[in-house]
Nanobody, 126 residues
Framework: QVQLGESGGGSVQIGDSLTLSCVGS????????MGWFRQTSEKEREFVAT????????IYSDNVKGRFTISRDNSRSTLYLQMNNLQPGDTAVYYC???????????????????WGQGTQVTVSS
């Protein structure tokens, strides 16, 4: 079992930066690929970024590539999402998620993730 809790969301202006954190409980955090997803009331849950369990592989959606950076600190059971040059289209609730099985590849598909946090709101305005 893995329990996840996000923090770091907020209201910012266009071009600002934010760093989201996701702290995991349980002793398998460091053995699971992790991902960030986001959702608005108008859209289905959207893939943002994913990272392998050891942190050597990272995949980003085209919408955020070059602006967002995913990272993790397994010693702290924490996943991060550094978001730069934020745009109104980035406004959403951001969720972190842990893969269903241990030591397997990261995935951009939300269906491959079993454990989810409660989400943190990011609002970008002009």
């Amino acid at each position: 079992q893995v329990q996840l809790g996000e923090s770091g969301g907020g209201s910012v202006q266009i071009g600002d930066s934010l760093t989201l954190s996701c702290v995991g409980s349980g002793d398998t955090f460091g053995s699971r690929a992790m991902g960030w997803f986001r959702q608005t009331s108008e859209k289905e849950r959207e893939f943002v970024a994913t990272i392998s369990w050891i942190g050597d592989r990272k995949i980003y959606s085209d919408n955020v590539k070059g602006r967002f950076t995913i990272s993790r600190d397994n010693s702290r059971s924490t996943l991060y999402l550094q978001m730069n040059n934020l745009q109104p289209g980035d406004t959403a609730v951001y969720y972190c998620a842990a893969r269903d099985n241990l030591y397997i590849d990261p995935s951009s598909s939300a269906h491959m993730y079993e454990y989810w946090g409660q989400g943190t709101q990011v609002t970008v305005s002009s």
